[in-house]
Each structure stands twice: as structure tokens, then as C-alpha cells.
């Protein structure tokens, strides 16, 4: 048995489905925040620790309550919800009748500009707030470049295959 991978019912239709479920998430957490830092529905330890209860889980998001970690909580969540955003729409259009469409191209560039410029300025902005780059910051940047690189090639493979489906078409 194979596994149909473009198309209706294929594994782009249960990615989709599985990525825009994980933006939701992370939409549904940054939410959560920004709500409950609005409402003031949260607490303040006296260790400057901010802590954020959870409804309906007995959990608790914790960190320091100072502007950087703010910061850098929210430009993850907004990242990584846009991440999973615009990888849910190629897995869409993988999902259609014709694979090699403008709109296919068009979200991979943007998935190209998200994966290379955002993690480049979040290593630049933190070394110019820290003054000092740690590994754990340049990893995940190198894996999203990386990523960012792959979808250049794959956007030009779509285009090529965008150019010669019209071709195909015209002769027809």
C-alpha cells in the first residue's frame, strides 16, 4: 500500500490539517498571555518570577518579569505561529488539483523570507540587547536558515514546473 502524497485525501491534506493545528496553539498560548497580563491575572514571586496559571491544567508559565523576556516570548510565539501558518498553506497546495501554481510559489517564497531574515535578526537583535551570541541562540538560527535555503530551491523547482505546466497547457 503507498501512500498518496499530493491530492485530495493524501499526507499534504493530514499536514495542513497537523500545521495549522500547531499555529493554533501557539496562537491560542500567546492569547493566553496577552490576556492575562492584560487582566492582570497573574502573579509576581518574590524572586521577580512571573507566573501565568493555566486553565483547566493545573500548569503554570513561568519566567523573568523583565522587558527582554517579554520580548523574546512574544517573538517566539508570533514566529513560530507564522511558521506554522504559512507551512500550513503550502501543504494546501499540495492538497490541490494542480501542483505547480502561482499561489504555491508565492507561500514558499514566504516561508523562504520567514526562515532566513527572522532568525538572522533575532541573533543580531540579541547580540546587540546581550552583547554576547551562546550557541543555543545560533543553533535553532542555522537550522531555520538551512530550512530557508531548501525552500529557495524548492520555490525555483515550482516556478520551472509552474512555467512548463502553462507551456503544456498552451500546446494542448
Sequence with gaps: M?????????LSTILFYSTRLIMFG???FLLLIIISLVSNNFVITETNELQIHIPF?????????????FIGVFCFLIFY?????????????FSAEKLFTQ???KYLKWFTII?????????????????????????????HI????????????????FILQEENELTI
Excluded at 491544567?57 to 523576556?69: E, L, N, R, V
Excluded at 505561529?81 to 497546495?93: G, W
Excluded at 541573533?123 to 552583547?131: E, Q, S, T
Design 2 to 10: 503507498s501512500i498518496k502524497m499530493f491530492g485530495k485525501k493524501s
Design 26 to 28: 501557539y496562537g491560542i
Design 57 to 69: 491544567t493545573g500548569s503554570m508559565i513561568k519566567g523573568a518579569f523583565d522587558p527582554f523576556t
Design 81 to 93: 505561529a507564522s511558521f506554522f501558518l504559512v507551512l500550513s498553506f503550502i501543504f494546501k497546495t
Design 103 to 105: 499561489e504555491a510559489i
Design 115 to 143: 526562515n532566513l531574515i527572522i532568525p538572522l535578526a533575532y541573533v543580531i537583535i540579541g547580540f546587540l540587547i546581550n552583547n554576547t551570541i551562546t550557541l543555543d541562540d545560533v543553533t535553532p538560527a542555522l537550522l
Design 146 to 161: 538551512g530550512l530557508g535555503i531548501f525552500a529557495t530551491f524548492i520555490a525555483t523547482i515550482f516556478k520551472q514546473g
